[in-house]
């Protein structure tokens, strides 16, 4: 009994210390054969295993666990655990296995732990939107959208989103939202010229015919001077030329002049072409009704300086659905000085998977791009248009190349 008391006293005795200095080793008892005693041995710590147990003359000897074997808290094994070989089919390692830690998987990227299987996270409807998203232990937490937001999509991460304020975009509310539609406001003449693209995709194709290489200072004087028909006058050519980049400026000039002597014949051919163009490029890629992140991962992929998440917000807004990305594709040219916007969607594509385009979307832009490369009319336009500016404006474009 005095035996069993001592060794209680002496046990609390050293719990104490350890509580106070927090860092002496945990003990265990171990009756040592050569002394004939029971003694107080250190345990091994984690990442070791025990090779010898501690005698009255030497403490207790412990060894680092081999390659892929791991021992995770103090203890008086002699052997250290072997680590989990794999992980199981739809999952991934979160730790790799050291001496100290087990291998640790967990469930894919999307899925979540359930009864030993990986699940898919759950999408939440139209109406709902995520209120926690899911992690590889829990599943998605879905909940209705309160009044005044919205969520017109089935996502697994997507939250609500709040119904778009008409009247800051100086427009009408035409129909309320609700649950699951946004608000609609009403495209009156404001609208239409908030949403106005400045350059088509047609009409830069065709423009670009027109650019020279290099630009000489007097470039655009030489142009406007050699345009047949009403000329742009002088005010409005500084105008271009302080408000925009040079290959812009051209794209400005050139596009004020078309309005400017849209009766002509010469003209109204080229317009009526134009215009044939503008049709086939909006069959192509005016149906995609995109998200806002959709639309966000599209010009997130375009090179050089991005469009931001004010500019799409506002385009959604102003924009019917089938003018959107025409619009964003737009600013982006703009944004981007001298960017040529069909080499942009090109390297768009080149990176669609990383983006998680919607294949409709990808798809959409394979077709633009493919049809306005094949465009038999611009060779036309080139050859019509050069005969109309003169053979001077050809010489200053031969002499810049």
């Given at each position: 009994?005095?035996s069993?008391?001592?060794?209680?006293?002496?046990?609390?005795?050293?719990?104490?210390?350890?509580?106070?200095?927090?860092?002496?080793?945990?003990?265990?008892?171990?009756?040592?054969l050569?002394?004939?005693?029971?003694?107080?041995?250190?345990?091994?710590?984690?990442?070791?295993?025990?090779?010898?147990?501690?005698?009255?003359?030497?403490?207790?000897?412990?060894?680092?666990?081999?390659?892929?074997?791991?021992?995770?808290?103090?203890?008086?094994?002699?052997?250290?655990?072997?680590?989990r070989?794999?992980?199981?089919?739809?999952?991934?390692?979160?730790q790799?296995?050291?001496r100290?830690?087990?291998?640790?998987?967990?469930?894919?990227?999307?899925?979540?732990?359930?009864?030993?299987?990986?699940?898919?996270?759950?999408?939440?409807?139209?109406?709902?939107?995520?209120?926690?998203?899911?992690?590889?232990?829990?599943?998605?937490?879905?909940?209705?959208?309160?009044?005044?937001?919205?969520?017109?999509?089935?996502?697994?991460k997507?939250?609500?989103?709040?119904?778009?304020?008409?009247?800051?975009f100086g427009?009408?509310?035409?129909?309320?939202?609700?649950?699951?539609?946004?608000?609609?406001?009403?495209e009156?003449?404001?609208?239409?010229?908030?949403?106005?693209?400045d350059?088509?995709?047609?009409?830069?194709?065709?423009?670009?015919?027109?650019?020279?290489?290099?630009?000489?200072p007097?470039?655009l004087?030489?142009?406007?001077?050699?345009?047949?028909?009403?000329?742009?006058?002088?005010?409005?050519v500084?105008?271009?030329?302080?408000?925009?980049?040079?290959?812009?400026?051209?794209?400005?000039?050139?596009?004020?002049?078309?309005?400017?002597?849209?009766?002509?014949d010469?003209?109204?051919?080229?317009?009526?072409?134009?215009?044939?163009?503008?049709?086939?490029?909006?069959?192509?890629?005016?149906?995609?009704?995109l998200?806002?992140?959709?639309?966000?991962?599209?010009?997130?992929?375009?090179?050089?300086k991005?469009?931001?998440?004010?500019?799409?917000d506002?385009?959604?807004?102003a924009?019917r659905?089938?003018?959107?990305?025409?619009?964003?594709?737009?600013?982006?040219?703009i944004?981007?000085?001298?960017?040529?916007?069909?080499?942009?969607?090109?390297?768009?594509?080149?990176?669609?998977?990383?983006?998680h385009?919607?294949?409709?979307?990808?798809?959409s832009?394979?077709?633009?791009?493919?049809?306005?490369?094949?465009?038999?009319?611009?060779k036309?336009?080139?050859?019509l248009?050069?005969?109309?500016i003169?053979?001077?404006?050809?010489?200053?474009?031969?002499?810049?190349?």
């Amino acid at each position: 009994m005095d035996s069993l008391l001592g060794c209680a006293l002496l046990f609390l005795d050293i719990a104490i210390k350890w509580t106070a200095q927090e860092v002496l080793p945990p003990k265990y008892l171990h009756y040592d054969l050569e002394s004939s005693r029971q003694l107080l041995c250190d345990k091994c710590p984690p990442g070791t295993f025990l090779q010898q147990h501690c005698t009255a003359k030497r403490k207790t000897v412990c060894a680092p666990c081999p390659d892929h074997h791991y021992t995770d808290s103090w203890h008086t094994s002699d052997e250290c655990l072997y680590c989990r070989p794999v992980c199981k089919e739809l999952q991934r390692i979160r730790q790799e296995c050291n001496r100290t830690h087990d291998r640790v998987c967990e469930c894919a990227e999307g899925r979540y732990l359930e009864l030993e299987f990986c699940l898919k996270h759950r999408s939440c409807p139209p109406g709902f939107g995520v209120a926690q998203a899911g992690t590889p232990e829990r599943d998605t937490v879905c909940k209705r959208c309160p009044d005044g937001f919205f969520s017109n999509e089935t996502s697994s991460k997507a939250p609500c989103r709040k119904h778009t304020n008409c009247s800051v975009f100086g427009l009408l509310l035409t129909r309320k939202g609700n649950a699951t539609h946004d608000n609609i406001c009403s495209e009156n003449s404001e609208s239409t010229q908030k949403c106005g693209i400045d350059v088509t995709l047609c009409e830069e194709a065709f423009f670009r015919f027109a650019v020279p290489t290099k630009f000489t200072p007097n470039w655009l004087s030489v142009l406007v001077d050699n345009l047949p028909g009403t000329k742009v006058n002088a005010e409005t050519v500084e105008r271009i030329k302080r408000r925009h980049s040079s290959q812009e400026q051209t794209f400005q000039l050139l596009k004020l002049w078309k309005h400017q002597n849209k009766d002509q014949d010469m003209v109204k051919k080229i317009i009526q072409d134009i215009d044939l163009c503008e049709s086939s490029v909006q069959k192509h890629i005016g149906h995609a009704n995109l998200t806002f992140e959709q639309l966000r991962s599209l010009m997130e992929s375009l090179p050089g300086k991005k469009v931001g998440t004010e500019d799409i917000d506002k385009t959604r807004k102003a924009c019917r659905s089938h003018e959107q990305i025409l619009k964003l594709l737009s600013l982006w040219r703009i944004k981007n000085g001298d960017q040529d916007t069909l080499k942009g969607l090109m390297h768009a594509l080149k990176h669609a998977k990383t983006h998680h385009f919607p294949k409709v979307v990808a798809q959409s832009l394979k077709k633009t791009i493919r049809f306005l490369h094949s465009f038999t009319m611009y060779k036309l336009y080139q050859k019509l248009f050069l005969e109309m500016i003169g053979n001077q404006v050809q010489s200053v474009k031969i002499s810049c190349l």
